[in-house]
């Protein structure tokens, strides 16, 4: 961190402020130990007693019959059609929210920064969904679509039954996990966006640039790194994807996610060893979105953030 | 610039943005004064407005007993996240810290797990010591969704209080912990605060570990209680009850966020467009 630059030059000619050095370096990670533990107690610990875990035979109903068996399950999941069609299912919904919320980011960014009038008043509508809880979120939109209490069908005089279907019942879990991130999408975006130097747009205009090229050629290559780290936050909450589905279907009609399936082997049935390892896989992908993201643009991780 | 075509169209744009953000809010409250069978009226409004659907789930201990395990979990969580958070990014920000880099890469590294991958392992042991379904057994997993977006938060407030305060009170003798403590710390308290809010609507909004973690009415908080509602006869569907229990858990945090959204639209993006 280039933080205390202007420190660092006057501890090397003044030897008593080098002490001084050390023991800020000691009183750093006296200061950060807390927070370093806890957070390797709450991921690292679990994710390595996963992979233990992964390479048996366990079942919570008989604990007896635990035994070693190597990548079998890995083997398992892997030549299961069931796998692969839950992970389609994940990467489809991850790029339709995340697409549809990257526009719809940019258009609510790009209306915010130029209201004139309103402003606020704009910001504090778009946050409300951010603060709904995505089980109400689901509940909200599950409700509207329902063949029994909603007002969707009688409204557009349809007689659909949403969630009977994959396409329909994925369009409606898509719906409300859009409408309730979209709003972290434009925040961030806005913040990129007021980066980019208001000169540089004008100085377009004036060569006769139009919106499409101005917005083409001087503001998005200026704020490409809010819009990285933007998509690459929302990718990887996008595949982590649950609440909404297990509200809605529960991953019936073939809505199942990744997510809900190590749920479903886990906790429902008790399939200690099976899934653990699909754990593993739903992290190792996460772990391989992010690093596709920090290859492909080579961002620095120790310098992106987000919620 | 600004010609009265592209201000009216400007307006009706954000009628629509305004519409959508609100209209699903508006209708899960509107479910929720449905009394009886007018929930499956089929139209926006209810027939008739009535209390009758949050006087039941007042009385329904499933959703009393969830209102305070979140309440109290959630608030734990974010009491310790917020102070372990405050510790950790002072150092990082503040200090000459060269390992500040790695804790900012495992906060990283944390923020990206995915929850279901810790509650899978966190299911099986938390049964074999104890900690299934209690209060303690959500707090623990709770920082591991809490602590990383506190860090870079608290991380990016610390950056905005003036360095010079620190160098003053190293001239008058002051060691580095006495500077924290006495100088940046009360500097730092709308951003704690800020943080806070941030923590609590996460802890708050929890469903992975809320349904894997707990079985009962002892510890399973609000978003896990939703999912395990019954109607008020078992031929009835939930809808009311469950639309006026959302209604309940929703309505103060969304006027918490609008009331701070300021400072949490700063929090939020704080760091996301410089280191």
Redesign the interface.
């Known amino acids: 961190m280039a933080t205390l630059a202007p420190a660092q030059p006057l501890a090397q000619t003044r030897p008593q402020l080098s002490s001084r050095i050390k023991s800020e370096r000691r009183l750093g990670w006296l200061l950060s130990a807390p927070a370093v533990i806890a957070l390797l107690a709450v991921t690292a610990y679990p994710i390595i007693n996963a992979a233990y875990l992964s390479l048996f035979n366990y079942r919570l109903t008989s604990p007896g019959e635990r035994s070693f068996i190597w990548f079998k399950n890995y083997q398992v999941i892997l030549t299961d059609r069931l796998w692969w069609g839950d992970f389609g299912t994940t990467v489809l919904i991850t790029v339709v929210t995340v697409t549809a919320e990257l526009v719809l980011g940019f258009a609510l960014a790009m209306m915010m920064k130029k209201a004139i009038v309103g402003r606020n008043f704009l910001r504090t509508a778009i946050l409300v969904p951010y603060a709904v809880i995505t089980v109400v979120s689901a509940y909200a939109w599950k409700y509207a679509f329902a063949s029994d209490s909603g007002f969707i069908n009688p409204l557009f005089g349809t007689a659909q039954d949403w969630f009977g279907a994959r396409g329909s019942a994925l369009f409606v879990i898509c719906l409300s996990e859009i409408w309730k991130t979209t709003p972290f999408m434009a925040l961030v975006l806005l913040a990129g966006l007021a980066q980019v130097p208001d000169e540089l747009d004008q100085a377009a205009m004036v060569d006769g640039a139009t919106l499409w090229q101005r917005l083409r050629r001087v503001t998005l290559p200026n704020m490409e790194g809010a819009i990285v780290v933007a998509l690459l936050f929302r990718a990887i909450d996008g595949f982590r994807i649950f609440d909404n589905v297990f509200i809605m279907t529960a991953g019936a009609q073939g809505t199942e996610t990744v997510s809900i399936l190590a749920y479903r082997q886990t906790i429902s049935r008790a399939q200690i060893g099976l899934g653990s390892a699909l754990s593993v896989l739903l992290f190792a992908s996460v772990a391989l979105i992010c690093f596709g993201f920090i290859k492909l643009f080579r961002i620095d991780p120790a310098r992106v953030r987000g919620g | 610039m600004?010609s009265k075509r592209t201000?009216v169209e400007?307006?009706l744009?954000?009628l629509v943005?305004?519409f959508?953000?609100?209209a699903?809010?508006v209708?899960?409250v509107s479910?929720s004064f449905k009394a009886g069978d007018d929930?499956?009226n089929?139209?926006?409004w209810p027939t008739h407005w009535s209390w009758d659907n949050y006087r039941t789930v007042f009385h329904t201990d499933l959703f009393t007993s969830a209102l305070r395990n979140s309440i109290g979990i959630a608030l734990i969580a974010t009491v310790v996240a917020v102070v372990?958070?405050t510790?950790?990014a002072?150092?990082?920000?503040?200090?000459?810290?060269?390992?500040?880099?790695?804790?900012?890469?495992?906060?990283?590294?944390?923020?990206?797990?995915?929850?279901?991958?810790?509650?899978?392992?966190?299911?099986?042991?938390w049964?074999s010591i104890g900690l299934y379904d209690t209060w303690l057994g959500l707090i623990?997993?709770y920082?591991?969704l809490t602590?990383?977006?506190c860090?870079?938060t608290l991380a990016?407030f610390f950056?905005q209080i003036p360095?010079q305060l620190e160098q003053a009170a190293?001239v008058d003798g002051a060691?580095?912990?006495q500077a924290?403590r006495l100088v940046i710390a009360p500097l730092a308290t709308p951003g704690m605060f800020t943080t806070a809010i941030?923590a609590f609507?996460i802890a708050?909004?929890d469903?992975?570990f809320g349904?894997?973690l707990t079985s009962t009415n002892r510890a399973r908080p609000?978003?896990a209680a939703?999912?395990f509602f019954s109607g008020a006869s078992q031929f009835q569907?939930p809808?009311a009850a469950?639309?006026a229990a959302?209604v309940v858990?929703?309505i103060p945090?969304?006027v918490?966020?609008?009331i701070f959204?300021r400072r949490?639209?700063s929090g939020?993006?704080a760091?996301?467009?410089?280191?």
Request: no cysteine; net charge positive.
């Open positions: 600004t201000r400007f307006v744009a954000s943005v305004i959508f953000s609100l699903p809010v209708w899960i479910l929930i499956d089929k139209r926006f372990l958070a510790f950790a002072y150092a990082i920000a503040r200090l000459d810290f060269p390992a500040g880099k790695f804790v900012l890469t495992l906060v990283l590294v944390v923020s990206m797990f995915p929850a279901i991958s810790i509650a899978t392992p966190l299911f099986n042991l049964r623990i997993p920082l591991s602590l990383p977006i860090i870079w990016a950056r360095r190293a060691t580095p912990w924290f941030i609507f708050w909004n469903f992975v349904i894997t609000v978003p939703l999912a569907q809808t469950i639309s959302a858990v929703t945090v969304v918490l966020v609008l959204q949490i639209v939020l993006t760091g996301a467009v410089k280191g």
